[in-house]
Structure formats: C-alpha cells, structure tokens
C-alpha cells in the first residue's frame, strides 16, 4: 500500500489543481496516478462540483475526460473507459479524467448479493487504479452513499460509509465527502455551504472546506 513516503520521494507526478484555492491548498491538487474518491448522499451537489473542476480546468486549456449518465456512458466497462481516454490522450493530451458516477461501471454484479457486490466494486477499483497509473492521470470517481449515513444523530459521512463498497478506503489515495447542512436543517444558518470533508489523504492534511456550489 502507497505511504506518504512514497509520494514524497516520487518528483515526477503531475499536479492538476481543482481549481479551488482552499481545497488545493489542502490537498496541494491531485497527481497524476491518483484515484481519488468523492462521495456523498444524494443532492449534495457531486455532480455540480465535478462540472465546476471541467470548466475550471477548461480555463487553463487543461483537458478533462467526463464519463456520465448524461453523455450514454452507461454500463461503459473499465476496458472501454480505458480505451476512450487514452484516444483522448493520444488525440489531445489528457489532464484528468472524471467518472460520475461508480455504479455507472459495469460489472458482474449478482442482484441481492452484498458480497458479490462488494467484490465487484473492489475489482473495479482495483481497476481504475491502474488505468490511472498507466495512462499518467488522476481519476477522480464519484459515488453515492448508502442510506445508513442519515440514520446517524449527525448526518456527515466518515470513512465507514465506504466500506460497503469493498477495498475502496485502501485503493484511493485521496477520499473526500460533501455534505450541506441545509439539506437537512433547513433553519441553518450556513445555507447554500457544501462541506467537502478530506478525510484521507496520503500526501497530505486532513480537513474540511467549505465551498459555495
């Protein structure tokens, strides 16, 4: 498993910064190589921030290739998600490549089966690990939470969300979670603040950003 040590003493790794100061600040961007994982229970706004870091990186003529459920990836395989970047990259350069949402890959998944789920997610990102190594990207992937989150006194997720989806904590080298208060406290006073919650990163610190989304 990746150690702190080994990024530190690994110069060649690109860094693309997300275009948010605090959070790049945070987490000095993502490297190439890196998967990272974003998750959140619905109507956080994962897919908002994901199309905010493509047009931030449009700005700077950086490329991102964005995988889906608006542009007919569903059910794309890793091999095909694989195969679509590296034309990208060949064909325009590629900087990162974003996948919204985990359940969009395809996999051998057996209805009603946890196990065999959490199998299928590991291989999968077991999977998206090594595209990103091979191709020299970053990755980030989105996902969504399951319900036990809300049925905590405290709605904000921690890493033991993600353990439902298998080997996800130990694959990702960075793991962030959004949360809106709002959502669930309408007569908060941080309206319209999404939380966006690192809470691992093995190159850098831990905390939390609040960012206007």
Do not use: W
Request: glycine residues 4%.
């Amino acid at each position: 498993m990746n150690t702190r040590s080994d990024y530190n003493n690994d110069i060649s790794k690109k860094r693309v910064f997300l275009g948010f100061p605090e959070l790049d600040d945070l987490i000095s961007g993502v490297h190439s190589g890196e998967l990272i994982l974003i998750a959140a229970r619905p109507c956080m706004g994962k897919t908002t921030f994901a199309n905010k870091i493509v047009t931030n990186l449009a700005i700077k003529h950086q490329n991102v290739a964005f995988f889906s459920l608006e542009n007919d990836t569903s059910g794309i395989t890793v091999i095909e998600l694989s195969n679509k970047a590296r034309r990208m990259k060949e064909e325009r350069g590629l900087d990162l490549i974003i996948l919204d949402y985990l359940q969009l890959i395809q996999g051998d998944m057996v209805e009603d089966a946890m196990c065999n789920q959490q199998q299928d997610f590991s291989d999968i990102f077991s999977s998206l690990k090594s595209v990103a190594r091979e191709l020299n990207v970053p990755i980030i992937v989105l996902s969504q939470l399951p319900r036990s989150v809300e049925q905590r006194p405290t709605k904000r997720p921690k890493l033991d969300d993600v353990r439902v989806f298998g080997n996800l904590e130990l694959e990702a080298d960075i793991i962030m979670f959004m949360y809106r208060e709002n959502f669930y406290y309408p007569e908060t006073k941080n309206k319209n603040i999404t939380e966006i919650i690192v809470a691992k990163n093995l190159r850098c610190s831990l905390g939390t950003v609040n960012l206007l989304i």
